[in-house]
């Protein structure tokens, strides 16, 4: 602030300096210009016409000339006045004749004379002078007569002088004001942000873990609105440190379960193979690490995609996303495994659109809801018994402008008071004895979540061959993208 003030004044003072040195130049020339005018004029009203001969005249002075300069330094000032047929009356011959084009000044009157005074800067034997002249029209009587002149020269060394004390004096209190002013802008300024340097410290001296927020009576009231918004970003970021620090404890703890059977299993299997026992036992001590190793890996995966789920600058990054095409492919890539499980897998498209409308989309991460989807139906085919159906839907409403996907199975299904706590991280269905996470559902509604969309959780109860089966639905509503 310091310097955004101080720089623009010290920058301003040299364009002040010149500014008064023409305002000083100019109101030391009005007096000295009005002044040869007035000498022109005077010298002028002096002008008779005199006989010069039978039918002839010529102009003289009635006054003597050196009662008009008198007081005045040699070479100061000169005259020069020429008759009707341009000689010499009176003055000095060495003044030259007035420059053929020159800026008019306005006509002055004084006295019975109305002719125009002009005035230009000249040089007299190298000397620089400022010369006032008239030319007396009104003088001419006859025919082959010109009109007399009047000029009156003075040097510049009065003009000078009194610009300098001009300048001087409107200079002389400016470099005493101008340290001032800085003194006293610097003393603002330091007191002014006084309370910021003590909340600058106090904020220093805080520990890396302490995230409380800043009490708004420590700081100026004009810095109150920053000091809430940092209030904000502490407490956003409090909860950010909180939520992975439970999500790595629960992480550690569930990796901690695969990778102990890992190492039990891979001692058990070195153990069989040194002693020479039966083979059969040590390839089931392998497959057993086989399966907890995919176990493993898909708890990490699963980990990674609740991370990217959780990236709030995913949500900056969104685009057109066609749930039909992402539906269609997830669910081409499940059927292998579904065939292994001996599990019916299948897609529903939605019916086609009312005339006129086009089908809708959904504007978000096509990562995050191709990730959505998989969890969902990973998760029905965990909970599928052999025989049982798995299918994969999608429903559009034109006229509300909202995109619905289902996933519903006829598997072992969800007790209701369960429904909500099965979106935990980490969480299982009690009375299921199936291998899993715990973090898909977790996932899908942090997706879910994102996008700004909602997901609900039904029963769908179907029958089998002497055997029903609750089931389970779930569908999940996403306002579709506005129309381009």
Not at 70 to 92: F, M, S, W
Not at 148 to 168: D, F, H, N, Y
Not at 332 to 348: C, P, S, T
Request: charged content about 25%.
């Amino acid at each position: 602030m310091l310097d955004w003030m101080l720089v623009p004044l010290l920058l301003l003072w040299p364009l002040s300096v010149a500014l008064t040195w023409l305002i000083s130049q100019n109101i030391a020339n009005k007096p000295h210009d009005r002044e040869l005018e007035y000498l022109v004029q005077a010298v002028a009203r002096e002008l008779v016409r005199l006989p010069d001969g039978p039918n002839a005249t010529r102009v003289g002075l009635d006054f003597p000339l050196e009662a008009l300069l008198v007081g005045q330094a040699d070479g100061h000032r000169q005259v020069q006045v020429l008759g009707l047929h341009g000689e010499l009356v009176v003055g000095n011959a060495a003044l030259p004749l007035p420059p053929q084009e020159v800026s008019a000044l306005e006509p002055v009157q004084r006295g019975t004379v109305n002719d125009r005074i002009l005035l230009a800067d000249i040089e007299v034997d190298e000397v620089p002078m400022r010369v006032a002249w008239m030319w007396l029209y009104e003088r001419v009587e006859r025919s082959g007569e010109q009109p007399p002149l009047v000029q009156v020269a003075e040097t510049l060394g009065e003009r000078s002088l009194l610009a300098t004390e001009v300048l001087k004096g409107v200079l002389l209190p400016q470099y005493a004001i101008l340290p001032l002013a800085v003194l006293l802008v610097w003393m603002a300024l330091s007191r002014g942000l006084a309370p910021l340097e003590v909340l600058q410290r106090r904020i220093r001296a805080r520990r890396s873990q302490d995230l409380s927020p800043i009490d708004p009576r420590d700081a100026p009231e004009e810095v109150t609105p920053l000091v809430n918004a940092v209030n904000d970003l502490l407490s956003r970021l409090e909860q950010s440190v909180a939520t992975q620090k439970r999500f790595l404890a629960d992480a550690a703890h569930q990796l901690k379960t695969p990778l102990a059977g890992l190492r039990m299993q891979a001692e058990l299997a070195q153990r069989e193979m040194l002693q020479g026992q039966d083979a059969e036992q040590a390839r089931r001590s392998l497959q057993q690490i086989a399966r907890a190793s995919q176990n493993a890996t898909r708890m990490v995966n699963q980990l990674l995609a609740m991370a990217r789920a959780e990236d709030p600058e995913q949500a900056l990054r969104r685009q057109r996303v066609d749930l039909q095409a992402i539906a269609l492919e997830t669910v081409e890539d499940f059927v292998q495994r579904a065939l292994d499980l001996r599990i019916d897998l299948g897609y529903e498209p939605p019916p086609p659109p009312p005339p006129g409308r086009a089908p809708l989309q959904l504007l978000g991460q096509p990562v995050l809801i191709r990730e959505l989807l998989r969890n969902l139906v990973d998760n029905a085919l965990i909970y599928t018994p052999a025989g049982g159906t798995v299918t994969v839907r999608v429903l559009h409403d034109h006229y509300g402008r909202v995109a619905v996907l289902q996933v519903e199975d006829s598997g072992v299904g969800i007790p209701e008071a369960e429904r909500e706590l099965v979106f935990q991280p980490f969480y299982r269905a009690l009375g299921t004895e199936v291998d899993g996470s715990g973090l898909g559902l977790a996932i899908v509604r942090e997706i879910v979540d994102r996008h700004g969309g909602t997901i609900s959780v039904e029963d769908t109860r179907s029958r089998g061959p002497g055997v029903t089966h609750p089931g389970t639905r779930f569908s999940v509503r996403f306002n579709a993208a506005p129309l381009a």
